[in-house]
């Protein structure tokens, strides 16, 4: 089934030329949950984190109205390219999470956050580590999602992250 929902665009290649994380398993976990949500012409869907655009691009297929939102330059090129390729129209923006759609609510977010605990003490500002690193805990970006979600979600709406089970699983459900 999640073969299926592979992206039929080589999402790879820009990404690993441009040093923007390429989609991995979490990225399939997400593409096969997202597959079951209802998702017409009038849904609106914010991927936070976007990265390369796959799960963007996934959701625009379905016919939803999308946006992508990232921190990093090339990662936002990277998404706007591929949609391009895809043939999606997608909205990107270069921000941090919510904080560039702010005031704006959404039938349904999908993130695959930065969610690896790291040894550093502080985030990464540059280079590829910044795509996973999610500091000590693994759990900044996870919060800082969760506590915005409710503001930056339609009544009924759904929020879909992936995370590692390392960050707390119950944690997050809680939040």
Same mark, same amino acid.
């Given at each position: 089934?999640?073969?299926?929902?592979?992206?039929?665009?080589?999402?790879?290649v820009l990404p690993a030329l441009w040093g923007v994380y390429a989609p991995?398993?979490?990225?399939?976990?997400?593409? *096969?949950?997202?597959?079951?949500?209802?998702? =017409?012409?009038? =849904?609106?869907?914010?991927?936070?984190? =976007?990265? *390369?655009?796959?799960?963007a691009i996934q959701a625009a297929r379905r016919g939803a109205r999308v =946006?992508?939102?990232?921190?990093?330059?090339?990662?936002?090129?990277?998404?706007?390219?591929?949609?391009?390729?895809?043939?999606?129209?997608?909205?990107?923006?270069?921000?941090?999470?919510?904080?560039?759609?702010?005031?704006?609510?959404?039938?349904?977010?999908?993130?695959?956050?930065?969610?690896?605990? *790291?040894?550093?003490?502080?985030?990464?500002?540059?280079?590829?580590?910044?795509?996973?690193?999610?500091?000590?805990?693994?759990? $900044?970006?996870?919060?800082? $999602?969760?506590?915005?979600?409710?503001?930056?979600?339609?009544?009924?709406?759904?929020?879909?992250?992936?995370? *590692?089970?390392?960050?707390?699983?119950?944690?997050?459900?809680?939040?």
């Amino acid at each position: 089934m999640v073969a299926e929902m592979l992206p039929t665009e080589p999402f790879s290649v820009l990404p690993a030329l441009w040093g923007v994380y390429a989609p991995q398993s979490d990225t399939l976990l997400l593409m *096969s949950a997202l597959s079951r949500e209802p998702i =017409t012409a009038s =849904t609106s869907v914010l991927d936070l984190g =976007t990265g *390369s655009g796959a799960l963007a691009i996934q959701a625009a297929r379905r016919g939803a109205r999308v =946006t992508g939102v990232d921190i990093s330059r090339r990662a936002v090129l990277a998404a706007r390219v591929n949609a391009l390729l895809a043939g999606q129209v997608i909205r990107f923006r270069r921000g941090d999470l919510c904080q560039a759609v702010a005031g704006r609510a959404y039938d349904l977010i999908v993130s695959n956050p930065p969610y690896v605990p *790291s040894p550093a003490a502080g985030l990464p500002r540059h280079g590829m580590a910044r795509a996973w690193e999610g500091g000590r805990d693994g759990r $900044i970006f996870v919060d800082c $999602i969760c506590a915005a979600a409710p503001a930056a979600l339609r009544p009924d709406g759904a929020l879909l992250l992936v995370h *590692s089970g390392l960050c707390g699983t119950q944690t997050t459900l809680n939040l």
